[in-house]
T-cell receptor, first 113, second 115 residues
Framework: AQKITQTQPGMFVQEKEAVTLDCTYD???????LFWYKQPSSGEMIFLIY??????QNATEGRYSLNFQKARKSANLVISASQLGDSAMYFC??????????FGAGTRLAVHP | SAVISQKPSRDICQRGTSLTIQCQVD?????MFWYRQQPGQSLTLIAT?????????ESGFVIDKFPISRPNLTFSTLTVSNLSPEDSSIYLC????????????FGSGTQLSVL
């Protein structure tokens, strides 16, 4: 069975500093995809970044990068130069069979001025 | 413009009634996914809706409680039946959109409160 684990219920970061949100996964499928979504207080789900299991390089999207360590089955999200608007819930997710996304429990990030 | 138009955005319903949620996509898609997000929790997949066939439900979700329609490639509805306070959640539809790679788009969600 596939599983996503986010062990940090909450994180704090000072504005302009970098922060890493942890995500580990478990799957027996050789081909899979890993995602990060942001959910602000408005409730919308905002796609941030995607990493395929066969991608050689870590994915980057602007201030977001995914630290993909396949052997350790981890896919941590790194947010550089945090902004107040980054305060939100962050969900790690994995795509497995039938294109279904399985989500982790989430990490609530608070950015302090 | 929005990829998915989901409505209603919120509703307050009485116990024992039903609520039907609609999702309209701006392009044809093969699969639509319905998720539930209980208060303070993560997203849980309810079912996958394919056009022209019965929806596929995840463990713990049944068609009698969550009937789904998928009449065409751009539209789907999810009904939450025989409501109880435990059904109070956010319900979201989502799709993969052609030409956008692996990105799963979400509707804006329906906030359901059951009294």
């Amino acid at each position: 069975a596939q599983k996503i684990t986010q062990t940090q219920p909450g994180m704090f970061v000072q504005e302009k500093e970098a922060v890493t949100l942890d995500c580990t996964y478990d799957t027996s499928d050789p081909s899979y995809g890993l995602f990060w979504y942001k959910q602000p207080s408005s409730g919308e789900m905002i796609f941030l970044i995607y990493q395929g299991s066969y991608d050689q390089q870590n994915a980057t999207e602007g201030r977001y990068s995914l630290n993909f360590q396949k052997a350790r089955k981890s896919a941590n999200l790194v947010i550089s130069a945090s902004q107040l608007g980054d305060s939100a819930m962050y969900f790690c997710a994995m795509k497995g069979g039938y294109n279904k996304l399985i989500f982790g429990a989430g990490t609530r990030l608070a950015v302090h001025p | 413009s929005a990829v998915i138009s989901q409505k209603p955005s919120r509703d307050i319903c009485q116990r024992g009634t039903s609520l039907t949620i609609q999702c309209q996509v701006d392009s044809q898609v093969t699969m639509m996914f319905w998720y539930r997000q209980q208060p303070g929790q993560s997203l849980t997949l309810i079912a996958t809706a394919n056009q022209g066939s019965e929806a596929t439900y995840e463990s713990g979700f049944v068609i009698d409680k969550f009937p789904i329609s998928r009449p065409n490639l751009t539209f789907s509805t999810l009904t939450v039946s025989n409501l109880s306070p435990e059904d109070s959640s956010i319900y979201l539809c989502s799709v993969y959109r052609q030409g956008t790679g692996e990105k799963l788009f979400f509707g804006s969600g329906t906030q359901l409160s059951v009294l």
